[in-house]
């Protein structure tokens, strides 16, 4: 079992910050692709970044590439530990939404939200115009 619990969401200004922290546990992380997705309210789940096993590939929705920045830090992957962030940049109100960490087993990155194994709780993120 994977167990992921996100942090760091909030009410921010548009055109201001904010940088989500996705805590996962539980298994040989490395093998796992970790993402993040948005849900606003009356709308699907939306895939919004996706990163690697080793943190050497990304990729992007278009609605906030050149925005958002997603990483990994992996230095206590030997202990089953592994923290993914997503740095999130002059923010919109259409950004406003439950934020979630994924992760799945596949070495492939995938962009729908039916690919992922394991999920979080997310954390509100709401920007003020």
Known sequence: Q???????????????????SCAASGRTLMNYVMAWFR??????????????????????ADRVRGRFT???DNTKIAVFENTVYLQMNSLKPEDT????CAADDDKAVFTEARAYDYWGQGTQVTVSS
């Open 70 to 72: 997603i990483s990994r």
């Open 2 to 20: 994977v167990q992921l619990v996100e942090s760091g969401g909030g009410l921010v200004q548009a055109g201001g910050s904010l940088r989500l």
């Open 97 to 100: 939404a439950v934020y979630y």
């Open 39 to 60: 849900q606003a309210p009356g709308e699907e789940r939306e895939f919004v970044a996706a990163i690697t096993g080793r943190g050497d590939s990304a990729y992007y």
